[in-house]
């Protein structure tokens, strides 16, 4: 991009970052979504029906009933669940072309690894037992911060008749 | 001819300048890779470093299997100093899990009440409990052959240091007590535990009644720790959470019972206040020296009624 064009770009306040990362970010969310929903769902449901192992290393219900399933009082599905609302929103692609809500993003998706750093901890070393329905919004989780840190680096002013994202 | 030098001097410059402008580029773009790699690659790493130190970790000791409490225990526990309960009363951090049931069939024996505790060795919550239990039945009577044991090393909260009342024996002239521990602290085969104590078929039937809806939510039904007080009191669940006592011996938890400001002191024998207070229920108000004290008096706000 010409200092011309990123000038021009510029002045049109909106940012271009590559398309895979907008459709990948979103799919990742929309996945988030369906699994925070479904242990939030549990949750709330005394995980009646969780579909999971409940004995042994993978013990679904031994994590979600666990001490650690609160957050200083508050469910953690449901904080999951409202993360990943939160950032679906942010990864819409009419969001990434915002360039006010960048750092907002890239702040969301480091909280989301940092709390997963904490539940990984929890269910190694305080639970002794590894919720797969947990483990698939971890690693949901790392990827989206991945792909969200990767956008926000790469992003660059884009011409005012720009799409939002380019290749 | 001098103007087309010059021209083409100019185009050579303008193709140089954009030619270092790509390079800049390249740079920069290699330089945001390298930034976006190292910190990606940094968070894999402190994953899978947690996952290695576990792997890696020497697997926790088995649970300890039963055997009789260490006398320095028992006698910490069967004479917590008066003073210590009333300083402790009874703190507002404790879980309310006693519910009163006035129209509930009385539990008695030999024409006292009765007081059935329904438990399991391996379980955390029980451990938690226990410590209160005994704590508090000490002060209406006399314990004799307690148990010393561990939670299970696999659950939550593991290997919790806690009492054990298999074999246990509890003489009173206000209240009678019988306690199950339904299975040991030691898996079986069949991804369980090995089962221990056998509750009679009477008292079976009251806990499949009251630890069940309507009197706990469906989700909590069967669950322990559970006792029945006299038919009108159950308790459901711990009144405190085993992390307490995470990673104490009983020997630091019964040392700790003398202290009235230490957070062990204050989970166990504000509990114990509370289920001495609700006994004193059951007991009218008896023995006036236990049930008139100022920790049971503060603890008596917390029965319900």
Same mark, same amino acid.
């Given at each position: ?35 925070? $929903? ?39 599905? @449901? ?8 950032? $679906? ?18 702040? %969301?998706?480091?909280?989301?690894? @940092? ?8 269910? @190694? ?20 911060? %991945? ?21 | ?42 968070? @894999? ?224 024998? %504000? ?35």
């Amino acid at each position: 991009m010409s200092g011309q064009t990123t000038e021009r770009a510029a002045r049109s306040g909106r940012w271009s970052v590559p398309t895979w990362t907008v459709v990948v970010s979103l799919l990742l969310c929309v996945a988030g979504l369906a699994d925070a $929903t479904y242990l939030t769902f549990e949750h709330y449901t005394q995980s009646a029906s969780l579909l999971c192992s409940d004995k042994g290393t993978i013990n679904c219900l031994a994590v979600t009933t666990s001490s650690y399933s609160d957050f200083h009082g508050a469910p953690v599905a @449901l904080l999951g669940l409202l993360y990943f609302v939160g950032m $679906t929103a942010l990864c819409l692609p009419v969001a990434w072309r915002l360039p006010a809500l960048r750092w907002v993003r890239m702040i %969301g998706a480091t909280t989301g690894v @940092l709390f997963v750093f904490y539940l990984v901890w929890a269910e @190694l070393f305080r639970i002794n037992a590894i919720c797969l329905w947990c483990s698939g919004v971890h690693v949901i989780t790392i990827l989206l911060f %991945g792909v969200v840190l990767f956008a926000t680096v790469m992003a660059q002013p884009s011409a005012a008749e720009s799409p939002g994202a380019d290749d | 001819m001098a103007r087309s030098s010059v021209q083409e001097d100019r185009k050579a410059r303008a193709a140089r300048l954009r030619e270092e402008q790509a390079q800049a580029e390249r740079a920069a773009r290699r330089r945001s890779t390298l930034v976006v790699g190292g910190v990606f690659g940094l968070v @894999l790493l402190i994953i899978v470093g947690l996952v290695v130190l576990k792997l890696t970790q020497k697997a926790p000791a088995a649970a300890t299997a039963s055997g009789a409490a260490s006398a320095s225990v028992v006698s910490a526990v069967t004479s917590v100093p008066s003073s210590t309960f009333d300083a402790v009363g009874a703190p507002s951090t404790l879980s309310p899990v006693i519910t009163y049931h006035p129209t509930a069939k009385p539990l008695t024996a030999d024409g006292k009440p009765r007081i059935l505790y329904y438990g399991a060795e391996f379980c955390p919550y029980c451990a938690a409990e226990r410590w209160s239990v005994a704590v508090a039945l000490s002060r209406f009577g006399t314990w004799s052959n307690l148990g010393q044991t561990t939670s299970s090393s696999s659950d939550v909260y593991p290997s919790t240091s806690t009492l054990s009342f298999h074999g246990a024996g509890y003489s009173s002239q206000y209240v009678s007590f019988t306690g199950y521990e339904t299975t040991t602290n030691q898996p079986d085969p069949a991804g369980g535990y090995v089962p221990l104590d056998t509750p009679s078929k009477s008292d079976l039937a009251v806990v499949d009644q009251y630890d069940a809806p309507p009197y706990v939510p469906s989700g909590d039904s069967g669950s322990i720790p559970f006792m029945d007080m006299g038919g009108t009191y159950l308790l459901h669940g711990p009144q405190y959470s085993p992390q307490v006592l995470a990673g104490l011996s009983h020997e630091q938890i019964a040392a700790d019972l003398k202290n009235p400001s230490s957070p062990v002191t204050q989970a166990i024998v %504000g509990s114990a206040n509370v289920l001495t207070a609700t006994i004193c229920k059951l007991t009218h108000d008896a023995p006036a020296s236990v049930c008139s004290s100022a920790g049971v008096q503060a603890a008596s706000s917390h029965v319900p009624s």
